[in-house]
């Protein structure tokens, strides 16, 4: 590895003890079926070189944050918290204040919503979205993007709607690399990179990609497009531990993020792996 020292931009922890995962279903995702914790992660992160991570809230619903919370203030390795707060709610910013008065509240760095669940694909457009993403923006905070390719085209709307708010895009986008198809998505990942206050994360590749028998050159031609798009400066490493665990183990994303990013520069490469992530959540 180039880098010597890694930011995780993007892991889970959940504890099947106090919530249930409810997109946790079916044969294909019952190894995480599970409690995942910050112990779990961190002598697998550390052995890798990562020395602080970004964890990411999984469920929508305002219990989680808060704990995630504590987790990163009682916590070495992990330096910053994506929450949820409903976005649509008319106290949305007083909701982001509560949030930053708790203990960790200064490890809160950015909102998520599984707007991949939501099955109106201009979810992003809609003026009450809207009128969050700009509470969002005001509290200093970012915004994490976990949508599938075609909510790409809204998610370009609502960026170029809020240009003092940065969209970070997880996993590109998910593309449809099972099925090695770049169209659309190549076309709407561009449209969104050519906004200057967008952002990618390389992460999550390995569970798009055919289950079982996927090499990691089916998932060059991906990672190479988001590449170009956005540039060294505006893409993030991110593990998406442990939902990971279902294609390959931590070191080896590692290792496959190393490899899709092989003919970057020595100065390029400590970019992507550590120094976008300070710079863009404020670590």
Not at 71 to 94: E, F, K, Q, R
Not at 98 to 113: K, N, S, T, W, Y
Request: some cysteine; overall charge negative.
């Amino acid at each position: 590895m180039t880098s010597p020292q890694i930011i995780d931009a993007h892991h889970h922890v959940w504890d099947l003890a106090a919530r249930p995962q409810p997109w946790i279903t079916g044969e294909t995702l019952a190894p995480l079926a599970r409690s995942f914790t910050a112990d779990d992660l961190a002598a697998e992160a550390r052995a890798a070189g990562v020395v602080g991570t970004v964890v990411v809230q999984t469920v929508c619903v305002p219990e989680e944050t808060p704990e995630l919370l504590a987790l990163a203030a009682g916590s070495g390795l992990v330096a910053g918290v994506i929450g949820w707060t409903d976005l649509t709610a008319p106290d949305v910013a007083d909701a982001i204040s509560a949030l930053r008065e708790l203990p960790g509240g200064d490890r809160l760095v950015g909102i998520r919503h599984q707007v991949q669940e939501e099955p109106d694909p201009h979810w992003l457009l809609r003026p009450d979205v809207h009128r969050g993403l700009l509470a969002v923006a005001a509290a200093g905070l970012v915004y994490d993007l976990v949508l599938k390719p075609h909510q790409l085209p809204a998610a370009a709307l609502a960026a170029a709607g809020l240009t003092g708010l940065t969209f970070v895009l997880d996993h590109l986008g998910k593309p449809p690399i099972a099925t090695g198809a770049a169209a659309p998505w190549a076309a709407d990942l561009r449209r969104l990179a050519a906004l200057p206050n967008t952002v990618c994360k390389l992460s999550g590749l390995v569970t798009e990609a055919a289950p079982g028998r996927w090499r990691t050159e089916d998932l060059k031609p991906y990672a190479d497009t988001a590449l170009d798009a956005f540039g060294p400066q505006r893409l993030l490493f991110g593990s998406d531990w442990p939902v990971c665990t279902l294609e390959a183990d931590y070191s080896e994303v590692v290792r496959i993020a190393d490899r899709l990013t092989e003919e970057l520069t020595a100065a390029e490469k400590p970019a992507v792996f550590r120094d976008n992530a300070i710079r863009v959540y404020g670590l």
